[in-house]
């Protein structure tokens, strides 16, 4: 959070200015302007050592400052606007009631000052001085239509609680004597319009040169289920909107009808009474209603209404509204709501049992931060972050602790000064909004609520795109699980949709855009309370009933071609919303399917993005060439060894399912979606399948990382890698990989290549065999062929029990899997009789034997043991291998193996 002052900023622009020592002090902000500039008073010096008063216009981005006009007095002016050709000023001083004076109650007093080089600058007063606020504006805008010899400003009067006027100030290019042309203001205007009668709040916004005024009218009747109906008597307050035009007459765009409790209905004034004197943003208000606009030109509205309230019982809630007794010694809720008219939702926010004292001089702070979310800055708590995204509906606030102080500041925002500046009315400093790497880290690794650790996460990846500082995030919880098992897998779900969402939408042409709307962003959209030291912050969501009708139709503007705020805001609430496709329906398709799914049956060709090609190229996110990395190898082999992998199957079901929710949404949007369907779902189909294993790579890579599990360059990888590990350290592992694997099987993501096999040896190592069993039983391990061979060739078949249990698992796999496993076996003897007698039924049965390698027949008496006693008669084996010659050729009957089995289970016997 960088900071500036402005009044030491000056003060050396003053000095570059001047020969003489600089006096300037008291510095006073009065107001901003359309392009940047601000309009400042200060108290200086003149040459017989009087204080008088200066106003000047600064201008940040060229460092200009220009004294518009020297007070020979100090007035206390609080607020002031200028022209655009700095010739004509208007400013507002508040006399304050003395000792000495008449006078009971403030006056605002507003002049008119012509700044021409050869006027006398003699105030005019504009009104009557008011015990009710006043403040003036100028209007900017092209004004020279009509007759380029005259220029036909334009000013606004707001007097608080009796109407806002127009004034013109024409000013009239006369020709001199010396054949010279100059401007003059003879000081004449003509009666003002008055374009509102009585309204209780007002704001200008200088950079869309836009009146927001609240005024009341009659209730309309509503037909809205559980809605209460209003008397026809009552009134209702109204938010609207005067857009105003360089040289178009000003037309009302946006009428909505506002729930504010015990505020008068009347307008005759609140409770309390007491005026802010608000010059930036400028605004016209008691302390009974703080409300604040924040607009953008991209469509962006959003409604700050921050107030406090006492809770009496579970039903009712009282407004607070003075400072009383009763509230010393209890807490007030202290709340604001937001409503994103851009979203048709609500965003309410409510720090409960906070103490009076506090709750009274916090102020809330709003500002756009980096085009995607709004930054509320509540001083001496925390800072939120709301995602205010126009690519996605709002989602994932985010909820920064603050330090601890004394006393916060009255931030506003500031203009010209660079992105996100804000400016203390107090000091005068300018703070530079940042929420740092740093402090995101902080507060994901405190003990916050884990949809704060979501929020950040889909912050850091969705908006910043700093996909490294994601991955040491999900590194640092995946060794500090505090927040339970649950709790991780739910991060690490956001992380492989969030990433997936990113990374094709970055790779997207600019046509199929449109289409990310109907895929998923994200898996948790909930809100849940936030700790904050000792306080507790709630967040909930709300949606708006028929809020698409509050804003002007394009067709009904003053002009109907120009493309503004407001005809981007209309567009965004009439879309058709389209229906997210949900990762839950893609896999209940996998679900039915895998029951059939068998890999011994299908082919790699059958399945579009086989995982043994090289994926396609992505788009990089901004702080990394590629989520994949080739340099940061996982500790497995990425290759499948088997037919056809249950990640072929996966990805097949997504391009599947994404392809067909594509169509079906584009084809019910009408004819501008269906347009965008013929070129835009392959691509974004085939893109998001290639991001999801991309995204499950990534983050398998950010868990292996912290748990030392990825090789050195000197170690092996895969089986070799885990015969030599520790038990303990691959039990850890193993634990680890198994969240990880329910997190992607749960959203239906596809695994890397090689990890089921790695997966699957690592379980077999770490846990008892029945433990293993039922992992296989449930489909979690897969023993595919290498698995199998890396089991059966262990060495290990000195123990019975550990030669059952490879027995077994032959059992468990498909027969041409077990053929594959038994040839691996080697010489054992349990191999040799299943061989012999999978060979021995082949040919009995009529079949067709397996093909074999003929090795050179062993004689039965290298083995020390006669068949038989007797040698007259035929062995047992004789009269069975001719039986065998005698049902199949002898190039199929392979005589070595029948013999060594036979041997081998005589041996057996004869040790037993």
Not at 27 to 43: K, P
Not at 850 to 860: F, G, M, Y
Request: contains cysteine.
């Amino acid at each position: 959070m960088a900071v500036q002052n402005i009044a030491v900023k000056l003060c050396g622009v003053l000095q570059t200015q001047s020969e003489q020592v600089v006096t300037a002090r008291e510095w006073r902000l009065l107001g901003q302007e359309q392009h940047g500039s601000q309009i400042l008073s200060w108290v200086s010096d003149n040459k017989d050592s009087k204080e008088v008063l200066n106003i000047g216009i600064y201008t940040n981005k060229n460092k200009t400052l220009i004294i518009l006009h020297t007070f020979e007095e100090k007035l206390n002016i609080i607020q002031a606007s200028v022209n655009a050709t700095h010739t004509l000023m208007v400013y507002i001083v508040k006399k304050l009631p003395s000792d000495n004076s008449e006078i009971k109650d403030p006056l605002y007093c507003p002049y008119l000052i012509c700044l021409l080089p050869e006027s006398n600058r003699t105030p005019e007063v504009v009104e009557e001085p008011s015990t009710k606020q006043i403040m003036i504006q100028y209007v900017y805008g092209k004004s020279t239509k009509y007759s380029p010899g005259i220029r036909n400003d334009r000013f606004l009067l707001f007097k608080h609680l009796d109407c806002i006027k127009i004034y013109r100030t024409p000013m009239f290019l006369n020709e001199c004597d010396d054949g010279t042309d100059k401007w003059g203001f003879d000081g004449i205007y003509t009666e003002p319009e008055k374009i509102v009668k009585v309204f209780s709040w007002a704001q200008w916004d200088c950079v869309n040169q836009v009146l927001y005024y609240i005024h009341y009218r009659q209730s309309s009747q509503s037909f809205a289920e559980g809605e209460e109906v209003k008397s026809p008597s009552e009134m209702t307050p109204t938010l609207s909107a005067f857009q105003f035009h360089a040289d178009l007459p000003h037309e009302t765009v946006l009428n909505i009808p506002l729930s504010l409790p015990h505020v008068s209905s009347s307008g005759e004034g609140a409770a309390c009474g007491a005026y802010e004197d608000d010059p930036i943003p400028l605004r016209v208000h008691d302390c009974s209603l703080d409300l604040q606009i924040v607009c953008d030109q991209r469509g962006i509205l959003c409604i700050c209404h921050h107030y406090l309230y006492k809770p009496l019982d579970d039903s009712t809630t009282s407004l607070v509204l003075e400072d009383s007794a009763d509230l010393k010694d209890s807490g007030v809720n202290f709340a604001y709501s937001i409503t994103l008219l851009q979203h048709g939702c609500v965003v309410h926010t409510v720090v409960p049992d906070l103490p009076w004292s506090l709750a009274k001089s916090l102020r809330p702070s709003y500002t756009l931060y980096d085009e995607s979310h709004l930054l509320v800055n509540i001083p001496m708590l925390y800072t939120q972050l709301i995602d205010i995204s126009l690519h996605h509906e709002p989602c994932c606030h985010i909820i920064i602790p603050m330090e601890a102080c004394d006393s916060g500041p009255s931030l506003a925002p500031l203009l010209g000064w660079g992105t996100n500046a804000m400016v203390d009315l107090n000091t005068l400093d300018v703070v530079t909004m940042v929420v740092a790497d740093k402090d995101l880290t902080s507060t994901f690794k405190t003990n916050t609520a884990i949809e704060n650790k979501l929020a950040i996460l889909h912050y850091l990846i969705q908006h910043e795109g700093n996909m490294d500082l994601a991955e040491t995030l999900i590194s640092w919880m995946c060794l500090n699980q505090r927040d339970g098992f649950g709790s991780f897998q739910r991060v690490m779900q956001e992380y492989l949709i969030g990433t997936t969402y990113a990374v094709t939408r970055r790779s997207l042409p600019a046509s199929a855009l449109s289409l990310m709307k109907m895929l998923p962003f994200t898996q948790h959209l909930k809100f849940a309370d936030v700790k904050v030291r000792d306080t507790c912050v709630s967040v909930s969501q709300e949606k708006l009933w028929n809020s698409s009708v509050v804003v002007l139709a394009p067709r009904q503007r003053v002009c109907q071609f120009a493309e503004d705020v407001w005809t981007r805001l209309w567009a965004a609430l009439n879309e058709p919303r389209a229906a997210r496709l949900q990762p839950g329906a893609v896999l209940d398709k996998l679900r039915v399917s895998l029951h059939c799914y068998q890999p011994e049956a299908l082919s790699r060709c059958s399945t579009p993005l086989s995982p043994g090609a090289a994926p396609p190229p992505l788009s990089a996110p901004q702080r990394r060439s590629s989520i994949g990395s080739a340099q940061d190898l996982l500790p497995f082999f990425e290759l499948d060894v088997c037919t056809a992998s249950k990640q072929e199957h996966i990805i097949a079901a997504n391009l599947r399912e994404v392809s067909v929710h594509l169509i079906r949404e584009c084809s019910g949007g009408g004819g501008g979606a269906a347009r965008g369907v013929e070129s835009g779902v392959h691509a974004v189909a085939t893109r998001w399948a290639a991001a999801q294993l991309d995204s499950s790579r990534a983050l398998c890579r950010a868990l292996t990382r912290p748990l030392a599990a990825t090789p050195q360059h000197n170690q092996q990888r895969g089986f070799s890698f885990i015969d030599e590990m520790d038990p303990t350290h691959a039990f850890i592992v193993f634990k680890v990989l198994e969240q990880y694997y329910l997190a992607a099987d749960s959203i239906a993501f596809p695994l890397p290549q090689g990890f089921s096999s790695f997966f699957t040896y690592l379980g077999y190592r770490t846990l008892p065999f029945n433990s293993f069993i039922q992992y296989v039983h449930r489909n979690v391990f897969e023993l595919q062929i290498d698995v199998m061979k890396a089991i059966i060739v262990c060495k290990d078949d000195d123990n019975k029990r550990r030669v059952d249990n490879k027995l077994r698992l032959i059992q468990l796999v498909g027969e041409g899997r077990a053929r594959r496993a038994l040839a691996a076996w080697g010489g054992r003897r349990a191999a040799l009789v299943l061989r012999a007698r999978d060979h021995a039924h082949a040919l009995l049965s009529g079949g067709h034997a397996h093909p074999h390698e003929h090795e050179r027949h062993r004689p039965v008496g290298d083995s020390g043991l006669a068949a038989l006693p007797s040698g007259e008669r035929l062995s047992p084996l004789d009269t069975f291998l001719d039986l065998l010659t005698a049902k199949a050729s002898l190039n199929e009957l392979d005589f070595n193996l029948i013999i060594e089995a036979t041997l081998a289970s005589v041996q057996q016997d004869a040790n037993a």
